[in-house]
């Protein structure tokens, strides 16, 4: 699954760490998730959304 979180991220000055507390989970999750080495959990993916104002579509995307 591809997504465009590291941008995201970036655009707001945010580490890898403050992301990962903010959705409390480790650096390292966010990481995966990055990386396109892990996809979210649905739970997840809508915090992650919540959190950037945006929808999941806008997020996350499936690799084509």
């Known amino acids: 699954m591809k997504n465009r979180l590291k941008v995201l991220r970036a655009e707001r000055n945010w ?5 990962a507390e903010s959705l ?4 390292q ?5 990055e990386t396109g080495k892990h996809a979210p959990s649905l739970p997840l993916a809508f915090r992650i959304a919540r959190l950037l104002g ?3 579509e806008e997020i996350f995307h499936e690799e084509i």
């Open 24 to 27: 409390d989970v480790s650096r």
């Open 54 to 56: 945006m929808t999941i």
């Open 15 to 19: 580490s890898q760490a403050d992301l």
């Open 29 to 33: 999750a966010v990481n995966a998730i």
